[in-house]
């Protein structure tokens, strides 16, 4: 009995967790890989990648994948980005101080779009680094 209420909260985490990266959309997006980017005019980086992870607990192992989203600006430290949303030509995304952002794919390597800090937007542009 233990060991299938195990089973189903794996199934259950496992589910919770990749509901926000679909493999339709995680995989291969568009908007994965690194990229230099002028946040506001300043340089900037941003980095998409999907990672192993595994959720489980003691006794119990599930893999998966997860999308991890994050970026640098100036001399500070990596910030993590979560993404809501992602069509073939946009990308929704959240700061980790919680603002929304916002992409759009260009032509070639080129995405544009903005981010918000204190209820106003501000230009957000990027190229895919090779």
């Not at 995989?27 to 595994?54: A, F, H």
């Not at 600006?73 to 990308?91: E, M, V």
């Not at 959240?94 to 230009?123: E, K, M, V």
Request: hydrophobic content about 35%; charged content about 20%.
């Amino acid at each position: 009995m233990k060991l299938v209420l195990r089973l189903v909260a794996c199934a259950a985490l496992l589910s919770a967790f990749t509901t926000g990266a679909e493999a339709g959309t995680a995989p291969g997006g568009w908007y994965t890989g690194k990229w230099s980017c002028q946040l506001d005019g300043r340089p900037t980086r941003m980095e998409w990648r999907i990672v192993n992870v595994d959720y489980g607990g003691p006794g119990t192992s599930v893999a998966g994948a997860e999308l991890r989203g994050r970026l640098w600006d100036r001399n500070g430290p990596w910030a993590t980005l979560t993404r809501t949303g992602s069509t073939a030509s946009t990308l929704t995304f959240r700061h980790a101080d919680g603002n929304r952002w916002f992409l759009r794919r260009g032509g070639g390597n080129t995405a544009s779009g903005y981010s918000t800090w204190q209820g106003n937007r501000y230009p957000f542009d990027c190229r895919k680094r090779s």
